[in-house]
């Protein structure tokens, strides 16, 4: 399964440029890369009716941040990272003096019957 690359990170900084919520701007929460769409703090906001339960005895009406196209959003500011892959780490490296030197290899000779 190949990696989407996107222009957005969780954590930066956006605005949004197109569509009904043109000119509000917010942090990233999520980005969800196999539908192009991006949780944005503040943005979108929907109104979800929950049913009466032990944790909510009188129901509820919760309200959480709705996805947007990934399209519709610019980055206003990167949000600073440590790489944590294998670029970040320093190799140490012997020098050519320190090398153990490998023996030639040599072909076998074929034997004519």
Known sequence: MNRIKLHVRKGDQVEVIAGNYRGSSGK???????KERVLVEGVRMIKRH????????QGKIAEREGPIHISNVKVV???E???????????????????PKKAPKRKAAK???
């Open 81 to 99: 990272r440590k790489d944590k892959g294998r670029d970040s780490k320093v190799k140490a490296t012997k020098s050519k003096a320190e090398k």
């Open 50 to 57: 929950l049913k009466k339960s032990q944790d909510n005895p």
């Open 77 to 79: 500011e990167r949000t």
């Open 28 to 34: 990233v929460l999520e980005v969800i890369a196999r």
């Open 111 to 113: 034997e004519e019957a």
